[in-house]
């Protein structure tokens, strides 16, 4: 029976326990990653707005993606008032929230409510990653502009195609000013629905088209500048090594194969889905997707110019993946419903989809072989066709129970964060085909039940594990910047005065301490030299400063040389930085840049020693003040 046949109480009641369900869903698969990766980025854009010494960084100093984003002003005005982990957490909630709430509403207008629910259990439990190397995916598990665009975008679509196009063009064009890299294929995507399919295709072409002529132009020219600067020599070196995933012929097969999976199951949705209206979501998504990629390639392979290579134009293929992952629940259910081949089509399909052990491809291709052939199935070979997919189905479940079993009797990797029965059960969470049928068969009772007592229990269920789950996935366990450790390196930020530039030895990615702990201005981090393509000044820094920290330790954002090295069978990752000595201290401090140094040897000069418990416990700080004078007498 479904939601809509039933009576308003009963129809409040379902949502309100599908809803349950979904929270449940979320805080069992997602683990809040606090200022991990590019969070950190962005939380320090906007303490440089409270904090103006920190705009000394040499990541703040010069052209950076923060001058394209109003996000960094609005995240620090809520800074200023809870501040940096409340307001981190606080936006990562509400931008995860909204991006939920406005994808089930897209496809609530596409489809019905029965369907909406499924599409968002999928879209939750299926990681849409888009890129190369692993690095990027939609609905991120930590705070950045990204978040708050991605969910402005999916409002836009939503109200696209509820009959609001003027509210959907003001709400994409607003997202272009929190982050214009994601928000450009949002407000294409709008334009191909609204104009004819021709008009898209010959648009799609045109701009490809001048893509390439502007790289051309940029090549050939003398003396490129402005629009037209070339990324070259030392600055083409940095970027190559620092941001690899930026030049598609560096991407690997793996890359291209995981790119290229929203574009085959698309096409599936447009072989299966009747409704018109889906099948042009799918057809445009598919159509900005391949346009970027088409754009990139010309980007990264010839010139390549600036302009081009920093509108990174592959993440378009952010709202491809989307919408692949949003419309394969109407797809699966399209598929089921056929009586001749629909149960096979719809399980190979979703085995393809979740199961790692399964070759897509495979699925992908017997699919679709399927599908086309149902005019030639027989009654007789549906029949057995059905008996293939329960079989199959069979054969998936005992798959799954082995892993899980194996998994609950394994010792949990994050024992301690929460009870030890929650930390199993999310590890079993994370085999996406035990969660899927998890979920589905919640789905599937709630959505057939008329008894209001058999909804309600579910409900309770549900809201019972949320309430369980919920604060392990939003636990906040890192501490950098938090009032405990900033006054616990009180000694250090006092002797340190504002705007100094700091350098850690022995710790590669040191801006979290550096930022949020000390308040000071970095002076060589991988995460620091993620601006680089935006600045060919900032590149040149990067590759000055790694040439004097040369003695110790060798350059971190040299990411495409330690993944070349690591293929080759290298560890690595067992690296460490050679011991601080006082002939390399009077050496690096040289530099006027640096102003101050912390290491674990003490190699005289009179350095302060941070005697109080925690990561840096005996650790020294050096002021170059006091080494150059001395350095220059020795």
Not at 100 to 110: E, I, P, S, Y
Not at 417 to 440: D, H, K, Q, V
Not at 452 to 470: H, N, P
Not at 523 to 552: C, K, N
Request: aromatic share 10%.
């Amino acid at each position: 029976m479904a939601i809509a046949d039933r009576s308003a109480a009963q129809q409040g009641l379902a949502v309100l326990a599908l809803a349950l369900l979904m929270a449940c869903i979320w805080s069992m698969t997602h683990r809040y990653r606090e200022l991990a990766a590019d969070a950190e980025i962005y939380a320090v854009q906007a303490l440089s707005k409270l904090h103006p010494a920190l705009a000394n960084d040499i990541y703040l100093q010069n052209a950076s993606q923060d001058r394209y984003t109003v996000f960094s002003w609005f995240y620090s005005k809520l800074m200023a008032v809870l501040g940096l982990h409340r307001a981190a957490l606080c936006l990562y909630v509400v931008c995860s929230a909204w991006f939920l709430v406005a994808a089930w509403g897209l496809l609530r207008r596409l489809s019905d409510t029965r369907t909406a629910w499924l599409a968002l259990a999928l879209l939750m439990i299926l990681i849409g990653r888009y890129g190369s190397y692993g690095v990027f995916r939609f609905s991120e598990e930590y705070l950045t502009a990204r978040s708050l665009a991605e969910a402005m975008t999916v409002t836009a679509l939503a109200c696209f195609f509820g009959g609001a196009r003027a509210w959907a063009v003001a709400i994409a064009m607003a997202a272009m000013f929190v982050h214009p890299l994601m928000a450009l294929p949002g407000v294409f995507l709008l334009l191909c629905l609204w104009a004819p399919p021709r008009v898209s295709i010959n648009v799609a072409m045109a701009g490809i088209c001048l893509a390439g002529l502007v790289a051309l132009l940029a090549l050939h020219m003398a003396r490129p500048s402005g629009l037209l600067a070339l990324i070259d020599g030392t600055w083409l070196e940095v970027v190559r090594e620092r941001s690899q995933f930026l030049f598609l012929q560096l991407w690997r097969a793996v890359d291209w194969n995981s790119n290229a999976q929203p574009f085959a199951s698309l096409a599936l949705t447009l072989l299966v889905v009747p409704d018109r209206r889906i099948c042009r979501l799918a057809a445009a998504a598919m159509l900005v997707g391949a346009s970027g990629l088409c754009v990139a390639l010309i980007a990264s392979t010839i010139g390549p110019a600036a302009i081009l290579l920093q509108g990174q134009a592959w993440r378009w293929v952010w709202i491809t993946s989307f919408a692949a992952i949003l419309l394969l629940a109407p797809t699966l259910l399209c598929m089921w419903r056929d009586e001749k081949c629909g149960p096979a089509c719809a399980m190979l399909l979703l085995s393809g989809a979740v199961c790692a052990a399964l070759n897509i491809w495979a699925c992908f291709a017997l699919t679709m072989l399927l599908w086309l052939a149902r005019p030639y199935i027989t009654v007789r070979i549906a029949q057995q066709l059905r008996w293939a997919a329960l079989i199959l189905a069979l054969v998936l479940i005992a798959w799954t129970i082995a892993n899980a079993w194996t998994i609950a009797r394994s010792p949990s990797p994050e024992a301690g964060r929460e009870p030890l029965f929650l930390a199993s059960m999310r590890n079993i969470f994370g085999l996406p085909l035990a969660c899927l049928a998890l979920s589905g068969l919640s789905w599937w009772w709630i959505s057939t039940r008329r008894s209001v007592w058999a909804v309600a229990t579910a409900g309770m269920a549900f809201a019972a594990v949320a309430a369980l789950a919920l604060p392990g996935a939003l636990k906040q366990s890192g501490t950098y910047g938090t009032g405990a450790e900033i006054k616990a390196y009180a000694d250090w930020r006092n002797a340190i005065p504002a705007g100094s530039n700091v350098a850690v030895i022995g710790v590669h990615n040191s801006a979290s301490f550096v930022w949020f702990t000390l308040d000071r201005a970095d002076y060589l981090s991988i995460d620091q030299s993620s601006g680089v393509v935006f600045s060919r000044a900032t590149a040149e820094e990067v590759m000055r400063r790694s040439r004097v920290l040369e003695p110790l330790q060798q350059p971190s954002w040299k990411v495409m040389t330690y993944i070349a090295r690591a293929a080759r069978g290298e560890k690595v990752d067992e690296e460490q930085d050679l011991p601080l000595t006082a002939t390399a201290l009077i050496r690096m401090c040289r530099d006027a840049e640096l102003s101050f140094m912390i290491a674990r040897e003490s190699v005289g000069f009179d350095p302060l020693q941070h005697t109080q418990p925690g990561a840096y416990k005996d650790w020294y700080l050096y002021d170059c003040r006091r080494v150059r004078p001395q350095g220059r007498a020795a």
